[in-house]
């Protein structure tokens, strides 16, 4: 009787935030730590429950610019215990909802064709609107039109 042969089990790992916006050419040198990549006014706007677990930012606006300049680029992302969080900060405005939209399926399409290796990060919820004044949108065309993106204005992101 032959000996059964070991099987060497290897499993592969996952890539860390850091990882995977360094090998994401469009925003490779944009990574900093924590939520460096926010500016104050914003990172103020993000509250979790442990800043230990903050694992980077980086402002995908500004690093995409160049390449991109005349489309609705989205502001930042940020990964927190292990899973990416995109957040843009907006106006909360009735006639902004087009715009959002627009950022929206722009960032998606980003993250399928240039940010592969982010998006596998992503959270569970991962696009989030942060409003950057006050609640404003009246009209049930523009509510529907959020509701169907999954999208809606919020004062902060509050993660535990």
């Not at 169907?148 to 902060?156: E, S, V």
Request: hydrophobic share 35%; proline share 4%.
């Amino acid at each position: 009787m032959l000996p059964m042969s070991k099987k060497k089990v290897t499993s592969i790992k996952r890539m860390t935030f850091k990882e995977a916006v360094a090998a994401t050419p469009d925003i490779a040198n944009g990574f900093q730590k924590g939520l460096q990549a926010l500016e104050r006014q914003h990172s103020s706007k993000i509250v979790v429950g442990s800043t230990h677990d903050l694992q980077g930012s980086v402002n995908i606006d500004k690093t995409t610019q160049g390449r991109y300049p005349q489309d609705s680029r989205w502001d930042y992302a940020f990964a927190y215990k292990g899973q990416v969080y995109f957040v843009e900060f907006h106006s909360a405005k009735s006639d902004e909802v087009r715009t959002m939209r627009n950022k929206l399926q722009w960032l998606k399409k980003w993250l399928n064709s240039h940010a592969p290796n982010v998006k596998k990060l992503q959270a569970d919820e991962p696009f989030h609107w942060i409003q950057s004044k006050k609640f404003d949108i009246k009209g049930a065309s523009q509510l529907k039109s959020l509701a169907q993106i999954g999208l809606r204005p919020k004062p902060n992101l509050t993660l535990d």
